[in-house]
């Protein structure tokens, strides 16, 4: 109840305390008062408060009719008094994250948690104010309420029904703002701290607010009474015709007579008649004896007007109003999505804490564990019954190890013999009461330890899946309890809530995801946070089960890490489990052995860490290596299990023996028994132990050979590296004698660090400041590896010496924790690759001179073996971390044998004798089956290389290991068995191919493969050379380089990596595959003269090793080099360096062949013709005579301007258009010219339908948003044109100001100022060679000045101009990979560059002046990650309202050579996300481009259908919603996506309808009878849920809808007659319902249409009436219906095929201006409209193909 108005007015003129925003704190309850505001307001109003303001009151309004509620206490009996109600917090998720909002009632609020001398006061002001007792305990309760209700005032925002989304800035008072804005933000996760804070702003501002009073009136009285009598009348209220409200609630009245001697009656006690608003009124008629009742209960009666008619009526003098109901809300709603969560879960915490045992008190904890951990531990479902329990016979000590526990099915016998309990587990589960366990009130566990009581778990997870009203409570012991509080509970990670108490001082806290809440001295506060480390005495307490844990993670490892999911669930437990470990283990009083622990620990989260890669795994060896492994794994395992499983069944029938014992002095004869019985299963496990432990000798032993081999190696390196550092310190020398004054300059100084200090210990690298790009990215690669050095060495040096421990563990830790979790930070293969190009770059700083070339030469050795030695090193840490684990399995294996050993001695004793102490036969458990799943582990793990190896081998689906049971695993593999016959059942079937296939890459820089360089290079899945081939398995591959002249030894030496993270290959069904593995290295020695290997075409047999190893394919990443330290390789000379040489691989296949038109794999004269261009001979006879040839190294090279002479030709034409003419910067009489676009036969292009085939049923964008191809020819001659264009056109040139600072040897300031001019650059891809795109640009003008400063006086050293007439100019070859084109905010359309993308060995400068030359190619070396090199233009979008997802924002550049001898340009566009990686650079078609087209503009499938046709269809006007739901293993993401309505109506019009008319005659009479029809509303609704949108074979996008629905339609008859005296009157209709299901088919075919000019080109779905088709049936009409089922057909499709086409056309049919394609299609030449676009399709993607305007 609320408190009174002052005076008796309407409702509008209200007057309370009570405000509308006032704030109040739940946490401190209410107040005992019946009739004043129960609720204090807080000590700050968090709200803007409004006065109670009722719209449109009833000042009418008249009493109701009693109201009666019962009440089993006095608590809620007070709840239902007080009428305050919590609005629920409704949200998108649920109101409480567990599908209930949490209960408050008023009752407990107002008693719970008092004091003995409060609670006794407020007993006795409430008893005063309603007229009995409250405090007798025996009583239970009738409330019985009369109201008025005049209406209700409402919050602002709450008024129109807005929920969920307030305005915080319109309701919030500033300081409460301010102070929301300062709590934690988050999901669920929050420490103490952040915890803190809300509760400080509860005890500020409130936790809740008023949001909606009620105002008007109540009567009320309460009747007591004792149980018999109580239950007897609720009893009777269960009957539903008795009513506790409304008319005939009166008839409560019966009830209220007192109860006597006699035993009639009822009530125990009676209860005053109180009013809300103390109306006078009311004193005065009781004052009067108005209301006595005379009847039941002879004293004042609530119910006396109704049983005396004469008394006063309520309506005629009580007209005062109150706030009779006041409704509280939340204040969570103000603060924001971001803190709900914590919010109701810190605010739960907290109260749970103060108001358990409250009655009605119900938090509704949820349990947001992100693991399905059944799933996870699916395999520790042991055989015991499944507690895995070897007895449930309690011991003084019972330790529990398991991986999962579920605590809730522990049941001892005789648990109160227990002292210590303790559990360690990866994950404990404590379950609801339903669950199992010893429960009490429902809820409660008794927890046995009278002692100590300890969790230990990474994941404590409590309550189920579902949220319960009260979470479980464990009862402990007072000196369990205690220690249980003070860090006896710990875990990492805690889901759910749970309350602990003690039995003696009913103290208790409670524990919200981790914080411990508890309620003392009037007051919650968060004391702890369970999610700590134990203290050490615990921890050393728990050392064996830290070391089983830690083994059986490993174990668990090995298979986890064979998923290639970095989210896989289980690898995300296993990394959070070791991490926990790894934290707690860590203390300032640490022992040697949990130090070795923690090392392990965090050695094993770092391997949990491990990149992921794209595709599935395939291991090195092939399936039929791990057979023998298989076999005799298996062989150990049944033998175990046999003995093992017999053992197991009489176990369990001991078990059922000891859960009858009955008296505790039977205990230790009955541990005796059940000893004896366990006697030789111990026996048998001790074997076994002793087996395992022999099993990890072996392992030890080849453990050490290998690393005995792996340090010989590495000693090896050490000596070969320290060799290469005397050859770099030499020629350092020899470079400071030559040029002393330079030997001082910063730069030059840190690269004789660099090049003397690397690989060495304790070498700190600090980049000079002010240095060049090129020394800040080597110091940064040095500084990673200098970190690896030192990391590497501590590790290898700490566990060098095997012992059970290693020498000094904590520096193993400290080199781990450096390195971070995920490992060390390794160059990558580019940072390798680069270290050489970035010394040149910074060597170039100082003197042009050879000595500098020897620096380069001898540093680039010394990279190369020092990269040897740390991946060596690396492997020699991993091999170490391993013997070391075996070790500790060793040892635990020792440890366990000599427990058993024991045991059977302690068992042998008489009962009176027998130390129970020391016998724990449940936790003995968890270790005995541990080392049965290890090996069951093991099999598993191997079983799953095994099935890798067949998914590659015969490209089978994955076979799935269902539980880790020794049959399950057997069935698995005779799955695997079954899987390879039907892998076998493949036509045709692969086969040898007859010749080798030839790849070759031509145009390759000889300095990218010579001096321990190495060429990279990706072999794509729609390469021509591979067109005709599935399943590509390399049996062999060679590397030949053309344009080789000469080596000093006649042949020269090669090297060969292929990556395999990731590869490809194509399945029989032509789909790409992704697959991962290894990577292998091949090399070869080849004749010069033949640039042949000599045993071609024979190839050597290949030995059984070889036949073990799994076979790659050619679809990966290869890496190439000719190293300049093999002796084979010294003076080497090449034919033309200017023209580069020709990379060749020779790949022997085994493949299945599906011969196209586009390649003839058989024909021999492919092979010849291919070697003669390799060895490129008429090429080689024209330049016999020429004098100058390119030699490297050491050679010299004739100045060339090669691509100015092919140049030479267009600028001429351009100056002459121009009305200029520049003179010849080169000479030479070879005419070169741009590529002409060369014309395709009908005969080698491919139809549109040919390659809409290709697309049929598929995404063949590869993950890609958008994937536009273009005749690379003619993308080359419209970038030529718009250079002719641009060029010489100011707001196309580009200014650039760069000026460096530096000081001279002397000691001086210098400043170098490079000013120059650049024209618009010429862009050129180049055909057949999807590496490169050549750039050129004119310098028109420059300006190079350097500047020494003396005593304040600048004085100019060197200075120099160019001018337009010098014909200067820069070109370079640019790596598509370092190229990507971005579209900004305005649209502008730019080609960005990658950090590196010139390379010296790819760049020269048309500059006479080498200083000039040098700076103006430093420059371009060192652009910065992401330089605007190239603007395109800017899309004119100011009339474009597209798709978000087809606007491009992002794209790479690739240059396709087809099947049909065609060159495209392809640009794969990112609209909706990041862009892919280089490596991702295809298409699952070969031919994306007809014959007759020029382009194609290719949107993936998942964006048409997900976001085109829903978005451009809108709803149609019916409603209509499309959705698009992922394909099932879409890992590749080529599975075609579609989309389904899942609402739409359609009401189709039927007006009422005659279906039949008949004339009969009966006698003289004719009768005439009509049959009507008509429906509700004269409309059927037809639902158009379930619409399915897929593309057909012909690329056209297909309808097909059914439905199969029941609809209800009236049906009636009337009738007249005719007789001699005339016709009567027609009889009125009588309808009657019935039902009639009619199944209801249509499809449509609707192809899409391109429609539209230049920029307004958009699609349209064609929509014919005609094409509609529609079928159906209708079954027989329920009920008495004379209408056929054949006339409703007629009739009811009659109205369907009239009308639904038609409305299907309007939605459909209509141009979808968001569906425009202009940014995608103008994206490369945004200043005009170059492509038109002609026609669209949708085979799988959305496809348009067209053509260029020009």
């Known amino acids: 109840m609320s408190n009174m108005t002052k005076k008796p007015r309407l409702a509008a003129d209200v007057d309370t305390s009570i405000t509308l925003g006032q704030s109040t704190n739940l946490l401190i309850g209410y107040q005992a008062d019946a009739y004043g505001v129960p609720f204090q307001p807080s000590p700050k109003p968090a709200l803007i408060e409004a006065p109670i303001d009722i719209k449109d009151p009833d000042v009418d309004a008249r009493w109701s009719y009693p109201i009666i509620t019962f009440h089993k206490n006095n608590e809620d009996l007070l709840t239902e008094l007080y009428q305050i109600k919590l609005r629920p917090v409704t949200y998108e998720d649920s109101p409480s994250e567990g599908g209930a909002a949490a209960k408050w009632p008023a009752g407990a609020l107002t008693l719970t948690g008092l004091t003995d001398e409060a609670l006794q006061q407020a007993f006795q002001d409430l008893s005063s104010q309603i007229g009995l007792d409250l405090a007798t305990p025996e009583w239970s309760y009738a409330l019985v309420r009369r109201t008025r209700l005049v209406g209700t005032a409402t919050y602002k925002g709450f008024e129109a029904g807005v929920f969920g989304n307030p ?72 009957n539903p015709n008795n009513h506790t409200s409304g008319p005939g609630s009166e008839a409560f009245a019966i009830f209220t007579a007192p109860k006597n001697d006699l035993g009639y009656g009822y009530t125990a006690a009676i209860g005053t008649i109180g009013i809300a608003s103390r109306d006078p009124e009311l004193d005065n008629i009781l004052a009067k004896g108005l209301w006595k009742d005379d009847t039941y209960t002879e004293t004042d009666s609530i119910f006396t007007p109704y049983i005396s008619p004469d008394s006063v009526n309520a309506n005629d003098v009580l007209k005062m109003t109150a706030v009779i109901l006041t409704e509280l809300a939340s204040v969570e709603i103000f603060s924001g999505y971001d803190r709900k969560k914590i919010w109701r879960r810190v605010f739960a915490g907290a109260m749970y804490a103060k108001y358990a045992g409250g009655s009605g008190v119900a938090p509704y904890f949820s349990n947001n ?38 605590f809730s099915d522990i049941k001892l016998q005789f648990p109160e013999l227990v002292q210590d309990f303790s559990i360690f587990a990866n994950a404990l589960q404590i379950l609801s009461a339903s669950s199992g366990g010893e429960t009490d009130s429902g809820r409660t566990i008794q927890v046995p330890g009278l002692s100590t009581v300890t969790f230990l778990s990474y994941i404590i997870s409590v309550g189920g899946s579902t949220a319960c009203a009260e979470p479980p409570n464990l009862k402990l012991s007072d000196a369990a309890y205690n220690e249980f509080k003070a860090g006896r509970l710990s875990c990492g990670e805690f889901y759910g809530g749970l309350r602990a108490c003690s039995t003696d001082s009913g103290e208790s806290f409670v524990v919200m995801n981790g914080l411990v809440f508890e309620y003392q001295e009037g007051k919650v506060s968060v004391v702890k946070d369970v999610r700590s480390s134990p203290p050490d005495n615990i921890k050393e307490e728990r050392i064996t089960d830290i070391q089983f844990g830690l083994c059986a993670a490993a174990a668990r490892l090995n298979y986890v890490l064979q998923s290639n999911d970095k989210d896989n669930p289980a690898r995300k437990v296993m990394q959070g489990f070791l991490l ?112 395992i432990a022999a099993m990890y000798s072996q392992i030890i032993d080849d453990k050490k050979k290998e690393l005995d081999q792996a340090l010989s190696q590495m000693d090896e390196m050490n000596a070969k590296l320290s060799e290469q550092r005397t050859v770099v310190e030499d020629s350092i020398e020899r470079y400071k004698e030559a040029v002393k004054e330079w030997v001082n300059e910063q730069m030059i100084k840190a690269c004789f660090d660099i090049c003397i200090s690397l690989f060495t210990l304790g070498f700190a690298f600090i980049t000079p400041s002010g240095s060049i790009e090129a020394l800040e990215s080597l110091g940064r690669t040095v500084q990673k590896i200098q970190k690896a050095v030192d990391i590497l060495d501590a590790v290898i040096k700490t566990y060098k010496k095997f012992e059970e421990l290693p020498d000094d563990p904590q520096q193993v830790i400290d080199a781990l924790d450096a390195a971070g979790l995920d490992g060390l930070d390794m160059p990558t293969a580019l940072e390798w690759d680069e270290m050489e190009v970035q010394m040149e770059a910074t060597l170039a700083t100082g003197p042009d001179i050879s000595e500098k070339n020897d620096v380069s030469a001898a540093f680039a050795v010394l990279v190369l073996r020092g990269k040897n030695l740390i991946q060596c090193q690396d492997t020699v840490q991993q ?156 049996t062999g591959v060679e590397v030949e380089i053309g344009g080789i002249s000469s080596t000093n030894s006649g042949k020269y030496y090669t090297e060969l990596y292929f990556d395999g993270v990731p590869f490809y290959d194509r399945g029989f069904d032509r789909e790409m595959l992704t697959f991962q593995t290894t990577s292998r290295f091949y090399t070869g020695l080849q004749n010069v003269d033949t640039s042949s290997h000599e045993y071609i075409p024979k190839r050597a047999k290949p030995t059984d090793f070889d036949n073990k190893i799994s076979n790659i394919t050619p679809f990966s990443t290869w890496r190439v080099s000719l190293p300049s330290t093999a002796p084979s390789n010294e003076g080497i000379v090449f034919d033309d360096d200017s023209r580069g040489v020709t990379v060749r691989l020779v790949f022997y296949i085994y493949a299945q062949l599906k011969e196209t038109k586009y390649v003839n794999a058989n024909d021999a004269r492919n092979w010849q013709r291919s070697r003669q261009l390799l060895l490129r001979r008429p090429y080689m006879e024209r330049n016999k005579s020429k004098k100058e040839t390119a030699t490297m190294p050491g050679g010299s090279r004739k100045k060339q301007r090669p691509y100015m002479q092919q140049m030479k030709d267009v600028k001429q034409k351009v100056a002459m258009l121009r009305g200029r003419k520049r003179k010849s910067s080169c000479q030479g009489t070879e005419k070169h010219h741009l590529p002409s676009a060369r014309a395709l036969s009908a005969s080698d292009a491919m139809s549109t339908a040919e390659v809409l085939g290709l ?96 005593e304040g006086n600048p004085i100019t050293i060197t200075s120099y101009d160019i001018e337009a007439s010098d014909e200067s100019y820069i070109q370079g070859d640019v790596a598509l990979a370092s190229m990507e084109g971005h579209i900004d905010s305005q649209h502008d359309v730019t080609v960005n560059l990658r950090e590196g993308a010139f390379s010296p060995k790819n760049f020269e400068t048309g500059i006479d002046l080498i200083e000039f030359a040098a700076a103006l190619q430093a420059f371009f070396m060192n652009l910065p990650d992401g330089y605007e090199f190239y603007k395109l233009g800017t899309l004119d979008l100011s009339d474009f309202s597209g798709l978000p997802s087809l606007t491009p924002s992002a794209f790479k550049f690739n240059v396709l050579h087809t099947p049909s001898d065609r060159d495209l340009l392809q640009l794969f566009i990112a609209t909706t996300g990041e862009l892919k990686p280089n490596t991702h650079l295809y298409m699952s078609v070969d031919e994306p481009v007809p014959g007759e087209y020029e382009s194609s503009l290719i949107v993936n499938s998942k964006i048409f259908y997900r976001e085109v046709l829903p978005i451009a269809v809108g709803d149609g ?114 309808y009657h319902d019935h039902s009639l299901v009619v199944k209801i088919t249509m499809n449509s075919i609707m192809p899409l249409n391109v429609i539209g000019e230049g920029q307004d080109q958009s699609i349209q779905i064609v929509f014919n009436e005609s094409d509609v088709k529609c079928d159906g049936n209708i079954e027989p009409p329920s009920g008495m219906c004379e209408a056929s089922d054949h006339d409703l057909q007629v009739l009811f499709f009659g109205k369907f095929e009239a009308y639904v086409p038609g409305q299907l056309k309007n939605i459909f049919q209509q141009q979808f201006q968001t569906v425009s394609l202009f940014a995608l299609k103008n994206i490369l030449f945004p200043g005009k409209n170059l492509i038109d676009l002609n026609q669209g399709y949708c085979p799988g993607d959305m496809v348009a193909f067209g053509k260029f305007t020009e």
Request: net charge negative.
């Open 167 to 238: 305005n915080p800035d319109s309701s919030l008072q500033p300081e409460a703002h301010d102070a929301i804005d300062n709590l934690v933000k988050g999901d669920t996760d929050i420490d103490i701290c952040g915890a803190k804070g809300y509760l400080e702003f509860y005890e500020t501002f409130g936790s809740h607010f008023v949001s909606s009073v009620n105002i008007g009136d109540c009567l009320f009285q309460v009747f007591a009474y004792n149980e018999t009598e109580y239950e007897r009348i609720v009893k009777a209220y269960e």
């Open 369 to 406: 564990c992100p693991y399905d951990l059944d799933e996870v531990f699916k395999d520790c479902n042991d055989p015991l019954d499944g507690d895995g329990l070897l007895s449930t016979l309690a011991t003084p000590t019972v330790a529990m190890w398991q991986e999962l526990i579920d």
């Open 879 to 1034: 091999i170490c971390a391993d013997l070391s684990a075996a070790e500790q399995l060793q040892q635990l294996a020792k440890k366990q044998e000599a427990r058993l050993a024991d045991l059977k001695v302690d068992l042998m004793a008489k009962p009176e004798d027998l130390d129970v102490a020391n016998i724990d036969l449940i936790g003995l458990s968890g270790k005995l089956i541990f080392f049965q799943r290890q090996m069951l582990m093991t099999l598993a793990n191997t079983i799953v290389l095994q099935d890798r190896a067949l998914q590659y081998e015969y490209l089978r689906p994955p076979t799935p290991i269902g539980s880790f049971t020794l049959l399950n695993l057997q069935q698995t593999i005779l799955k695997q068995s079954m899987s390879i016959n039907d892998g076998l059942n493949v036509q045709p079937t692969p086969s040898e191919v007859k010749f080798p296939i030839i790849y070759e890459v031509h145009g390759v820089k000889a300095e990218s493969i010579t001096n321990n360089n190495w060429y990279n290079f990706d072999i794509a899945l729609n390469k021509r050379e591979f067109m005709s081939y599935n399943y590509v398995r390399v």
């Open 1255 to 1350: 697309m049929s049923g598929k995404s063949v964008c590869s993950g890609w948003d958008v994937v536009f191809s273009m005749t690379a020819e003619q993308v080359n001659e419209q970038l030529r044109l718009q250079y002719e264009d641009r060029e010489g056109q100011p707001e196309f040139l580009r200014e650039i100001k760069y000026t460096e600072e530096g000081v001279s040897p002397d000691g001086y300031p210098t400043f170098l100022t490079l000013d120059f001019t650049l024209d618009c650059p010429l862009l050129q891809f180049n055909l057949n060679n999807s590496d490169y795109c050549r750039v050129f640009m004119y310098v028109l003008s420059g300006h190079y000045k350097y500047t020494m400063e003396i």
């Open 1517 to 1630: 006007g019916i409603g209509l919603v499309l959705n698009s739901p992922e394909p099932a293993d879409n890992e590749g993401e080529d599975k075609e996506w579609g989309a389904t309505s899942t609402a739409g109506l359609i009401n189709v019009p039927f007006p009422e309808t005659c279906v039949s008319d008949e004339w009969f005659n009966s006698g003289n009479t004719q009768n005439h009878l009509q049959s009507w029809v008509k429906v509700e509303g004269d409309q059927i609704p037809i639902s158009l849920a379930n619409m399915v949108f897929k593309s057909d074979a012909n690329g056209q996008l297909h309808m097909t809808y059914e439905s199969n629905d029941n609809y209800i339609f009236k049906y009636g008859t009337r009738s007249q007659s005719m007789t001699i005296f005339g016709t009567s009157d027609w009889t009125s209709i009588g």
């Open 580 to 691: 926990w470990l790894a934290d707690i283990l860590s203390s300032e009083n640490q022992s040697q052995e949990l130090c070795a622990l923690q090392a392990r620990a965090i050695y094993l989260a770092k391997v949990t860490a491990s990149p992921c890669n794209a595709g599935v795994p395939i291991p090195y060896l092939k399936y039929d290596a791990y057979k023998d492994v298989v076999t005799n794994v298996q062989n150990v395992l049944e033998t175990a299990s046999l003995k093992l499983t017999d053992f197991q069944n009489q176990i369990r029938a001991r078990k059922a023996e000891e859960r009858e014992i009955e008296r505790q002095d039977e205990i230790n004869q009955n541990i005796i028994n059940s000893g004896k019985l366990l006697e030789e299963y111990i026996s048998a496990q001790a074997d076994y132990q002793k087996d």
